[in-house]
């Protein structure tokens, strides 16, 4: 990035801090804060705008962000984290991508970034995953395993069956996975899933693994979504869960993820296959497996000790690895 977007970012990330405590502030406090005029601080305040923040303007009074934001906090994070090894954990206002950043980081392998905001989050099989700022979470953790791909097969099964777990320590129920890591509510994307890996297939490699989990999104943030979605704070609402921050989400997520790392590399999928399969959302339901040009009609039977999915098709019981699951007419 140039100085001067740098700048910016920073002018802009300045005012995001002054306003996200839901109060007024004037356009003059504004622009002494940041030491640049009215006009420019009203120029930061429409690129806000266009990040999806809602913005309220009173003559005389200012500017203010209705109901405030609730901003990732790295102490607050650091400080509710349940684990016992070191973890370097970097809170980022605006990202390209938490993968992407954490794949250029050199040192600790242990490693943890949060975003605010990502220009260029990435899905699963090339998809956008849609950041909208200061809203959701978007994580990614750095982990290294001995044995490349083979050591890592069923983690990102794993990983699901670690975010069901945490929304269940916090009373949220009735979230359920879509193989291979999607999470789902009433069939609604909560949360998905990206690992990726670099160094040696077969030796030593560090994974990345990034989670973007839903918090609290307006419709108008989401508009570029292309799939059924779903925010926790929707469906806190409906289970009648009191409020939880996102520095709480963000520390619970991260104390899930590495109790899961943490025993992997000895212990693969396997302790997670039956929960797995008791959350599965389409267990015994007609689907769909596409995977590039090839579409395979079955009945999802569950799956296997290393996350392989089991579908019972007219050729009898097969395994697929790799694919998109989706449901399939009148069940
Ligand atoms: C999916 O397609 O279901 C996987 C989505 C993964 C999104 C997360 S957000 C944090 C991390 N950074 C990225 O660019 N992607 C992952």
């Known amino acids: 990035m140039s100085a001067s977007g740098k700048v910016e970012l920073g002018a802009l990330w300045s005012i995001v801090k002054t306003l996200a405590d839901g109060k007024y502030h004037s356009g003059e406090d504004l622009g002494v804060q940041l030491g640049v005029s009215r006009a420019a601080v009203w120029k930061y305040l429409q690129r806000l705008e266009g990040l999806g923040i809602v913005m309220s303007s009173i003559k005389g009074r200012g500017y203010a962000i209705p109901g405030g934001l609730d901003l990732l906090d790295q102490h607050k994070i650091e400080a509710l984290l349940e684990c016992s090894i070191p973890l370097t ?15 250029k980081q050199e040192g600790p392998s242990k490693r943890a970034c949060f975003a605010e905001f990502q220009t ?8 956008n995953w849609i950041s909208p700022m200061a809203s959701n979470l978007y994580c990614s953790l750095g982990w290294s395993f001995e044995g490349g791909a083979a050591a890592v097969e069923g983690l990102s ?17 009735g979230v359920e996975l879509k193989w291979p890591n999607d999470v789902l509510y009433q069939q609604k994307k909560l949360a998905g899933i990206l690992i990726e890996m670099t160094g040696d297939p077969a030796g030593y490699c560090q994974v990345i693994i990034g989670v973007g989990l839903n918090i609290s999104m307006h419709t108008g943030q989401a508009k570029n979504i292309d799939q059924p979605w779903v925010a926790l704070a929707s469906i806190m609402e409906e289970q009648g ?46 689907v769909e497996l596409l995977n590039g040009q090839t579409s395979i009609a079955g009945v999802m039977q569950g799956v296997t000790e290393t996350g392989a999915l089991q579908l019972l098709t007219d050729e009898g019981e097969r395994r697929f690895y790799g694919g998109e699951v989706s449901l399939r007419g009148p069940q």
């Open 241 to 286: 869960v009191p409020y939880i921050s996102r520095n709480e989400w963000a520390a619970g997520l991260l104390t899930e993820m590495i109790a899961i790392l943490s025993s992997y590399q000895d212990s693969g999928f396997a302790p997670y296959q039956d929960e797995w399969i008791s959350l599965a959302a389409h267990r015994g339901l007609n």
């Open 120 to 127: 260029a989050g990435r899905g699963r099989r090339g998809r």
């Open 89 to 103: 954990v970097d809170v980022l206002p605006i990202v390209d991508s938490t993968n992407s950043f954490l794949m």
């Open 157 to 173: 099964l794993a990983l699901g069956v670690g975010i069901i777990r945490m929304l269940k320590k916090r009373s949220i129920f």
